[in-house]
């Protein structure tokens, strides 16, 4: 997901919708439409009103989205994680699903001997989505570690 598309899908799918959320951020409603907007030119979220926007949320696609356009991923730091046998279990199967997506993506992708940019989008989230599994899984191997 693009940049622009993040922030229109984060605003627009907030609680309460896009009115209740421009209060919540002290921002006029029409403003708030005109920053969401990906045709406008006119307007833009500042950093903090971005990080403010995924505060009230809880929606980090537009931290994704970044992350994702310079080639990182972004991988939530868990508090107290599970350390033992079925936790990283748990962990490998969600990795193994992830990866199970990005074939289903690429077969769909390929199926009619015809690739399309939206399918290469569809491939390129699932691959996001599979990298950040991987690296969630190293991160919990690494915090069972006996030191």
């Given at each position: 997901?693009?940049?622009?598309?993040?922030?229109?899908?984060?605003?627009?799918?907030?609680?309460?919708?896009?009115?209740?959320?421009?209060?919540?951020m002290?921002?006029?409603?029409q403003?708030?439409?005109?920053?969401?907007?990906?045709?406008?030119?006119?307007?833009?979220?500042?950093?903090?009103?971005?990080?403010?926007?995924?505060?009230?949320?809880g929606?980090?696609?537009?931290?994704?989205?970044?992350?994702?356009?310079?080639?990182?991923?972004?991988?939530?730091?868990e508090?107290?994680?599970?350390?033992?046998?079925?936790?990283?279990?748990?962990?490998?199967a969600?990795?193994?699903?992830?990866h199970?997506?990005?074939?289903?993506?690429?077969?769909?992708?390929?199926?009619?001997?015809?690739?399309?940019?939206?399918?290469?989008?569809?491939?390129?989230?699932?691959?996001?989505?599979?990298?950040?599994?991987?690296?969630?899984?190293?991160?919990?191997?690494?915090?069972?570690?006996?030191?």
């Amino acid at each position: 997901m693009n940049l622009s598309d993040a922030i229109y899908k984060t605003v627009h799918s907030a609680i309460g919708g896009l009115e209740a959320l421009a209060i919540r951020m002290s921002i006029r409603t029409q403003i708030m439409r005109n920053k969401a907007n990906p045709n406008s030119g006119a307007n833009y979220f500042s950093p903090a009103e971005l990080d403010m926007l995924m505060a009230l949320t809880g929606d980090h696609s537009v931290l994704h989205a970044l992350a994702q356009n310079h080639g990182y991923v972004c991988v939530k730091v868990e508090g107290e994680m599970a350390q033992c046998d079925m936790a990283i279990l748990e962990v490998f199967a969600k990795a193994v699903a992830a990866h199970g997506e990005v074939g289903a993506e690429l077969y769909t992708t390929l199926a009619d001997g015809l690739v399309e940019q939206h399918e290469v989008a569809r491939v390129e989230e699932a691959a996001y989505r599979a990298k950040a599994a991987v690296t969630t899984m190293v991160n919990r191997l690494k915090g069972m570690v006996e030191k």
